[in-house]
């Protein structure tokens, strides 16, 4: 079959590429560095949603949230969490997720409350995100979560109380996808009568249609 | 585009060397004098029999432009954002113009920004890729050590499930650009996840992967280790060159065929978990309301895809003729497997000509040549994947989720051509 000359170079070629193209055990590579506590602890910033794992120390009254969400916060969310412009609402739409237009809030939509510290401690403030005190952002999550009518104004959260917070659409979420959901055959030839073929919505005309962008923009309107 | 008249007075060196503003306002010009025939300044053809100017002067020297630029008469070809969809432009997107692509990769400088706090410029010296959680051994990689990885390069489109997003319960606004322009495609370089996962070690309780940017959101999602280890990558190139800052640089991640939101860039940090994390991105957003107040969730798959790029409402038909149909598809699945084209508004199909390479998760090219005549028409394109898998209408999604989900609009486009050539975005019963 093969002359021991040839199979030696096959062996050989098969060898260097098992050593570059998978790593089996961990370190084959050997490059960067291991990471170390204090490194790692900077960093690892996550709340994890359903059960808060990884919520720092720390606790904040509904009250101090009230002053923080003032200072920080009510120039975009409103002084109670309305909304500035289209800057997001974060109170409000209880009930309403079946209707046609649904108002999706804090209260409203989010299935956990730990999320809400986490997300405020990693995104906020938009301009200068993740410059709050752990404190500070527990307070800002029960000012917001006392806002929805979720806990009651002496709330003190931590690291403890949020994950016990049951938020009202914790469990509407389906976390499996239940996709394809639809089963259109490939049809060819005569696939609906062309008297049924009706336009039912146009875009023209109704004005939404962005014409420029910017001085530079030399996109033609129609 | 036609041979642009030379500008009266302007020279066509002078022409070259203007700013891209002051070009704008020189053609401006140049084009309205050109509306008025009679006037004094009326520009010279530049076509035959006349020799344009261009062809008897000495052109800008090699190195002109060390980085070279587009044309300045593509000065139009420009990703762009709707103003009223977002509160700011730092939380935000903007959509590539597929109605001036030809191929199946986006040009770095047009691929579409989904941006949640803005876009960082980050110092590659100083950026570090932090692995750890549930691994043997918690490790940081510089970006001279991720380099030194062996390499993979692969071909991959990134769509942001809200593409078509605006369109669920009517036909809002009369434009590929806006309605289709989330979606790009590139030829990305890196180093698979796999590698780095292997090289640090997965303890066995691992069976959820938080990949994390190094933005000011701090972009989080959580991915299951079973796709990390199939076919993600941790790129930091993109068509042969370094990403571009909006795209990720110095690192992203490259999830193929799953929505564009997990495909984190500025990508510094990776920790393994044993459950999902839960985070803003995958609860509050990137979830599909349902008619009955349920809602789905992780639902990353990008489900197959088309639209028609031309015509289209940006490039309208001048006049009865011969037409070659054009259009992009794609499948978070895998490969398209056929494409069919109807004139008619779905009454009768036309399979498209595919055109390779037909990669999978990638953008396919498709066309079919049209003897337009002149009368109203209706057109579609649908694409059918590796997996028997067919793009459903507007109709068949809202009957399944109602017009609340947002994400994962993927079904046929239909374009009105009208018979003075025009085109319009619009939806059928």
Redesign the interface.
Known sequence: MFSSRKLSLLLGIAAAAGA?????E????G?????TPA??AG????A????GLGLPPGKGTVERGTEVFADQCAA?HGTFGEGE???PKLVGGAGT??NDR?E?T?GS????AP??F??IN??MP?PA??TLSADDVYALTAYILNLNDLVPSEFVADRDSLPKVKMP?RD???????????????????????A?????????G?G???RT?G?????QP? | MSVLPKPAGVSAQQLGRRSFLGLGAALTGGLALGLKPGNAAEPVPAFPPADPPWSQALGPGVVDRPYGRPADFEAGVIRRNVPWLTAGTQSSISFSPLQDLHGIITPNGLFFERHHAGRPDIDPDQHRLMIHGLVERPLILTMKDIVRFPQVTRIHFIECPANGGMEWRASQINSLQFNHGMISCAEWTGVRLSTLLEEVGIKKEAKWVLVEGADGAHMNRSLPLDKCLDDCLVVYAQNGEALRPEQGYPLRLVVPGWEGNVNIKWLRRIKLGDKPWYSREETSKYTDLMPDGTSRGFTWLIDAKSVITFPCPEKPLAGPSLYEIRGLAWTGNGKVKRVDVSTDGGVNWQTARLHEPVLSKALTKFTLPWQWDGQPALLQSRVIDETGYVQPTIADLRKQRGSNSVYHNNSIQTWQVKPDGSVFDVQLA
């Open positions: 570059f193209a998978s790593a089996a961990p370190g084959h590579f490059y960067g560095k291991t990471a490194e790692i960093w690892d910033i996550d994890r949603g359903d059960d975009c412009g289209r800057f997720l079946k649904p999706l804090v939509y989010w299935p956990f999320t809400l986490d997300y990693r995104a938009m995100p993740h659409n509407h979420f389906i976390w499996t996808d239940p996709r394809p959901d639809t089963t259109s055959k490939p049809c060819m030839n005569a696939c609906a009568d062309p049924s073929v009706k336009i039912m919505s146009t875009a023209e109704n939404l249609t962005p962008t001085p530079l923009d030399t996109m129609k």
